[in-house]
């Protein structure tokens, strides 16, 4: 059964840093695309940041310089670190994995909270 489960959000001031985490079961990191979401209430979930196989990453314009994605190939997990965050990168944070061809996301993790204070 594939399972996507995230870890590491919280509140942090602005400027602050936290780590998100994405447990993966049934699918290899190494060789899936994958993404980290964000949303907030009453908006679009928005994509943050793409890693296919082989690491090749993009991001969101609005977390570039800031956020950088990557996976742990032996314990099977992606990760988000996010520096310098702002307020208004609060949001729930959704890892996912994707059809490298393109579409929508094939499976999604059930979020993780992230609530940056000014």
């Known amino acids: 059964q594939v399972n996507l489960v995230e870890s590491g959000g919280g509140s942090v001031q602005a400027g602050g840093s936290l780590r998100l985490s994405c447990a993966v079961s049934w699918y290899s990191v190494t060789d899936t695309c994958m993404g980290w979401f964000r949303q907030t209430p009453g908006k679009e979930r928005e994509e943050v940041a793409r890693?296919?196989?082989?690491?090749?990453?993009t991001y969101a314009d609005s977390v570039k310089g800031r956020f950088t994605a990557s996976k742990d190939n032996a314990k099977n997990i992606l990760n988000l670190q996010m520096n310098s965050l702002k307020p208004e990168d609060t949001a729930m944070y959704y890892c996912?994995?994707?059809?490298?061809?393109?579409?929508?996301?094939?499976?999604w993790g059930q979020g993780t909270q992230v609530t940056v204070s000014s």
């Open positions: 996912a994995i994707l059809f490298c061809s393109g579409g929508s996301p094939r499976y």
């Open positions: 890693i296919v196989p082989g690491s090749t990453t």
